[in-house]
T-cell receptor, first 116, second 111 residues
Framework: GAVVSQHPSWVICKSGTSVKIECRSL??????MFWYRQFPKQSLMLMAT?????????EQGVEKDKFLINHASLTLSTLTVTSAHPEDSSFYIC????????????FGQGTRLTVV | GNSVTQMEGPVTLSEEAFLTINCTYT??????LFWYVQYPGEGLQLLLK?????DKGSNKGFEATYRKETTSFHLEKGSVQVSDSAVYFC??????????FGTGTRLLVSP
């Protein structure tokens, strides 16, 4: 199968601190991964495309200095929410697809971030 | 641009009822189409997919047919169960692994 593991599954942090979320493809290589954000009772909105060995591509309206993405290897991408505020509280989900197969993306289980 | 439109929920059904969740799309090119399901407190799971026109995706009793002429990918199930209660997302992929999602439809099935 194709398993994507996201860690942590939930986190509570204080305002002003930074939080790192990891996304790992466990049994396949993924040059490209994606980070989505889901607001309560709403759909998923793509935040950025994470590219191994190069800078991430951010969607319009997403602050790249606030949501730092690092794709250090073919199996790991990290999203760091810097100087978190309560309005950053959300459900963050990553996805990855096997290199060479663009027809299906596999999702992590998501991370529920609560900023207090 | 690319977009997906889903019927608004919640959809409330009794167990064993027939389910239809409508989904239409707008896309450049020839997208692959997906239905994802999200159970309470969990991430997204792929339910079924279709990669070209007239393909029918099916899984766990759910079906959807890729209709290019009507740009639709409606989800159906003949007899729903309480365990099917979840949020269902229709999505399209234009070939670059980047998904465009519909707003999601919440399904509530009562015994």
């Amino acid at each position: 199968g194709a398993v994507v593991s996201q860690h942590p599954s939930w986190v509570i942090c204080k305002s002003g601190t930074s939080v790192k979320i990891e996304c790992r493809s466990l049994d396949f290589q993924a040059t490209t991964m994606f980070w989505y954000r889901q607001f309560p009772k709403q759909s998923l909105m793509l935040m950025a495309t994470s590219n191994e060995g190069s800078k991430a591509t951010y969607e319009q309206g997403v602050e790249k200095d606030k949501f730092l993405i690092n794709h250090a290897s073919l199996t790991l991408s990290t999203l760091t929410v810097t100087s978190a505020h309560p309005e950053d509280s959300s459900f963050y989900i990553c996805s990855a697809a096997r290199d060479g197969d663009s027809t299906e993306a596999f999702f992590g289980q998501g991370t529920r971030l609560t900023v207090v | 641009g690319n977009s997906v439109t889903q019927m608004e929920g919640p959809v409330t059904l009794s167990e064993e009822a027939f389910l239809t969740i409508n989904c239409t799309y707008t896309a450049t090119g020839y997208p692959s189409l997906f239905w994802y399901v999200q159970y309470p407190g969990e991430g997204l799971q792929l339910l079924l997919k279709a990669t070209k026109a007239d393909d029918k995706g099916s899984n766990k009793g759910f079906e959807a047919t890729y209709r290019k002429e009507t740009t639709s990918f409606h989800l159906e199930k003949g007899s729903v169960q309480v365990s099917d209660s979840a949020v269902y997302f229709c999505a399209l992929n234009t070939g670059f692994q980047k998904l465009v999602f519909g707003t999601g439809t919440r399904l509530l099935v009562s015994p």
